[in-house]
């Protein structure tokens, strides 16, 4: 029997008009769902927020428009503009929190935001979806039971980059004595990798060699220079804003094969490669999502919201690498939403506990992706209570110099090898913040 978590009105009293009116607002108010969208629009980075969250807010639209909502509760989705700042992040996080009837997830798009607000979400009891960036351990769902990953990670994405390069040579026993070089963003994001890649050189035998660039990275012919010196056989590029196209500018001007290049995740969208122009052709990164606009959701989205002219900003990011993310992150918390009221009420507002566990045990397997339209564009997930990554699948694509091509499908990340990183750091985590780890079944 479903469990409803609307509270039953208690009965009204004579009152005066001005009471009754603030229980219809507040009764009007309980039917929609409130989502948080913390965007940067402007700031350094924003070539690559303005995409995702165009992308974002247009899902929603979607699924009030088309289908009234999820179940018929509207989602009434507000956005804060971070300008990718960690204490406008804070800001808006703490403004936004209480409004309507209650944040209940907040995605912070900011590795350096979602930082600022673990523990924050953790004393008021809201989801962190993190995707694809931020706390890798969190991971480990034993200790952060608010945080997920959904659908990635940078650690397993770097397997699935290594598995790339492995077949590419023809087996994992071919990298004896080849050089890869992790050029990246000299920060925790750049260096996130590290510890993976390091791990793979000691077991077969290559020499990686570790290239720092210092933010923003306008100019890298030095670094590049010295790459070309060591003849690398591969390079991975962990870059973020304006470092990533000059890097790929720089590095084809110096000789180096861009077809040998593979990009991290915030290495694959389109304002890594466009600004180089035609230096950027046969460039590879690795990413969680397809790319393009070839998806039956395509076609709603056209139908609902393009047509009538409700597409959010301009409509100019639509498809782009940024913009599919957009729509997979939304999708992801309103199939969470979707599945809490499967349990808890069809119809209902879901509050944060039952959002809570609809997000540690969320399922959305290849046939529903089909169902959504996002087959192929949003990779199936399976979250449990030791998995808050929900499988870490990842792809390679490749630039041909107008788009993005997917080159493998969807990928197994090597969970062997990283997610005893995840123990081990996430249990260092909760040590020194006095967090109880938890028993999973």
Not at 338 to 344: G, K, L, M
Request: hydrophobic share 35%; aromatic share 10%; proline share 4%.
């Amino acid at each position: 029997m479903k469990k409803s978590v609307t509270g039953k009105l208690s009965a009204v009293g004579l009152g005066a008009i001005i009471g009754m009116t603030s229980l219809f607002a507040a009764q009007a108010q309980a039917e929609e769902q409130y989502l948080p969208s913390l965007v940067y629009r402007t700031g350094p980075f924003a070539p690559s927020g303005v995409g995702f969250a165009d992308g974002f807010a247009d899902y929603v639209r979607l699924i009030n428009e088309r289908d009234g909502g999820i179940n018929g509760v509207r989602i009434r989705m507000e956005e804060c503009e971070t300008a990718y700042a960690n204490d406008r992040g804070v800001e808006c996080y703490e403004r936004l929190k209480d409004r309507g009837n209650g944040a209940t997830v907040v995605a912070p798009l900011s590795t350096g935001i979602t930082y600022a607000l673990i523990p924050r979400a953790k004393d008021d009891n809201i989801i962190v979806h993190s995707m694809g960036y931020g706390r890798a351990d969190a991971a480990d769902g034993r200790v952060m039971d608010w945080v997920f990953m959904v659908p990635t990670t940078y650690w397993s994405s770097t397997t699935v980059t290594m598995a790339y390069i492995a077949e590419q040579e023809g087996g994992w026993e071919n990298l004896e004595g080849k050089t890869i070089v992790h050029a990246y963003h000299d920060s925790a994001y750049g260096r996130e990798p590290l510890g993976v890649l390091r791990g793979y050189a000691e077991e077969y035998g290559f020499t990686l060699e570790e290239m720092a660039i210092s933010p923003p990275g306008v100019e890298q012919r030095s670094v590049w220079t010295q790459i070309r010196r060591m003849q690398p056989d591969w390079v991975s590029l962990y870059g973020w804003g304006v470092m990533n196209p000059t890097a790929i500018r720089t590095a084809a001007s110096v000789g180096i094969d861009r077809e040998r290049i593979i990009g991290g995740i915030y290495a694959a969208q389109d304002d890594a490669v466009e600004p180089a122009g035609s230096a950027a052709e046969g460039y590879k990164a690795v990413t969680f999502h397809g790319p393009g606009r070839d998806y039956p959701i395509y076609d709603d989205l056209e139908e609902h919201v393009y047509g009538p002219g409700d597409e959010a900003g301009d409509g100019d990011q639509i498809g782009n690498i940024a913009y599919n993310r957009g729509l997979i992150n939304a999708a992801y918390i309103v199939e969470a939403w979707r599945q809490a009221q499967d349990e808890f009420g069809e119809g209902e507002v879901m509050g944060r506990d039952e959002t809570k566990w609809a997000w540690n045990q969320l399922t959305i397997s290849e046939e529903r992706t089909e169902e959504l339209g996002m087959a192929g564009l949003m990779p199936p997930v399976n979250v449990t209570c030791e998995d808050h990554e929900g499988g870490g699948l990842a792809r390679i694509q490749q630039w041909d110099g107008e788009q993005w091509n997917a080159l493998t499908d969807f990928m197994e990340p090597d969970m062997d090898r990283i997610f005893p990183l995840y123990r081990e750091s996430a249990e260092s985590f909760a040590e020194s913040e006095g967090l109880e780890i938890r028993e999973c079944d």
